[in-house]
Nanobody, 122 residues
Framework: QVQLVESGGGLVQAGGSLRLSCAAS????????MGWFRQAPGKERESVAA????????YYTGSVKGRFAISRDNVKKMVFLQMNSLKPEDTAVYYC???????????????WGQGTQVTVSS
């Protein structure tokens, strides 16, 4: 059983940056792809970024390409999402997720974090 705890959310002005962290406990992250999802009010949860268990492959949804960067530290059991050039439309609750997979894909995750709020003011 893997527990995921996000941190680093907050309020930032448009154009600013935030770095989200996800700490895993209760098990190894080896062989788990990790990802970040977000859900804005009234919208469905969407996949934002994902990284393979080795860190060699990544995925980004089109709206964040070039602005967000996902990384991981398997020794420290941490996953990060560096978010730059933030826009008001990035406002959402961001969730960390894990899925046992060989690829940078976390569709239908095995584990979810509780979420952290990111608010971008215009």
């Amino acid at each position: 059983q893997v527990q995921l705890v996000e941190s680093g959310g907050g309020l930032v002005q448009a154009g600013g940056s935030l770095r989200l962290s996800c700490a895993a406990s209760g098990g190894t992250l080896s062989y788990y792809a990790m990802g970040w999802f977000r859900q804005a009010p009234g919208k469905e949860r969407e996949s934002v970024a994902a990284i393979s268990w080795s860190g060699g492959s990544t995925y980004y949804t089109g709206s964040v390409k070039g602005r967000f960067a996902i990384s991981r530290d398997n020794v420290k059991k941490m996953v990060f999402l560096q978010m730059n050039s933030l826009k008001p439309e990035d406002t959402a609750v961001y969730y960390c997720a894990a899925k046992r997979s060989a690829y940078a894909s976390v569709g239908s995750p095995d584990y979810w974090g509780q979420g952290t709020q990111v608010t971008v003011s215009s």
